[in-house]
C-alpha cells in the first residue's frame, strides 16, 4: 500500500502539484513506498520550493526541521546533483484543449 501511494503522490508531483512535492521529499528522505534517496528529495525540495502556484495558495516552504534533516543528510556534490535534477526536470502535465 505504501508503494501505491507513493506512486500516486509521485504521479501529481510530477505533474506539478506543489503539495505533492512537498510530500515527495518526505517520501524519498525517509524512504515510505520508495528507496531512501536524499538527493531526489532535495530535488523536490527544490522544486516545492520554486513551484509558483505554492505561493498563490500561500503553502509555506518546507518545515524548519526537515529542511535541517535533508541538508544534514546530503553532501556539497549531492545537493548539486539535487539542484541538475530540478534544473532538468520536466512536468507530466498535459495541456487541456477545449
Known amino acids: 500500500m505504501k508503494q501505491e501511494g507513493a506512486g500516486w503522490i509521485l ?17 524519498y528522505l525517509d524512504g515510505i513506498g520508495v528507496k531512501p534517496d ?9 522544486l516545492f520550493h520554486d513551484n509558483g502556484s505554492r ?4 503553502f ?3 518545515a524548519p526541521a526537515l529542511h535541517d534533516r535533508l541538508d544534514a543528510a546530503m553532501t556539497h556534490d549531492q545537493r548539486k546533483e539535487a ?6 526536470w520536466v512536468t507530466t502535465a498535459r495541456m487541456v484543449d477545449n
Open 11 to 27: 504521479t501529481a508531483a510530477n505533474a506539478g502539484l506543489a503539495r505533492a512535492q512537498g510530500e515527495a521529499v518526505l517520501l
Open 38 to 46: 536524499p538527493v531526489e528529495a532535495g530535488k523536490w525540495a527544490y
Open 55 to 58: 505561493l498563490v495558495f500561500g
Open 60 to 62: 509555506p516552504d518546507i
Open 83 to 88: 539542484h541538475a535534477r530540478a534544473d532538468a
